[in-house]
């Protein structure tokens, strides 16, 4: 079975960046599009950037120009350099494919608080 495992999440001040990854267990080569998602306390799960395997990007608005999504097929690895944090980016981060078809993993958790 194809699983997810995010990693890199912590705690950080407003304003602080961070850097998360997320590998598969399986090949992402083909899979066109992976995405990051994040889920708050009592707030369902929301979009938050995807890439194609062209390189195309879209993020979700709030985060466009502070969040870099990436990804290194090589490495079966997905990542999100997110800069500029702000308090309501808190929450557990997860990737999947688009669409989800993947189990979702643990996610990671990102805090900003001072």
């Known amino acids: 079975q194809v699983h997810l495992v995010e990693s890199g999440g912590g705690l950080v001040q407003p304003g602080g960046s961070l850097s998360i990854s997320c590998v598969c267990s399986?090949?992402?080569?083909?899979?066109?599009?992976m995405a990051w998602y994040r889920q708050a306390p009592g707030k369902e799960r929301e979009f938050v950037a995807s890439i194609s395997n062209g390189g195309s990007t879209i993020y979700k608005t709030s985060v466009k120009g502070r969040f870099t999504i990436s990804r290194l097929n090589a490495k079966n690895t997905v990542y999100l350099q997110m800069n500029s944090l702000k308090p309501e980016d808190t929450a557990v981060y997860y990737c999947?494919?688009?669409?989800?078809?993947?189990?979702w993993g643990q996610g990671t958790q990102v805090t900003v608080s001072s």
């Open positions: 999947n494919a688009i669409p989800n078809y993947i189990s």
């Open positions: 399986r090949s992402i080569v083909n899979i066109n599009s």
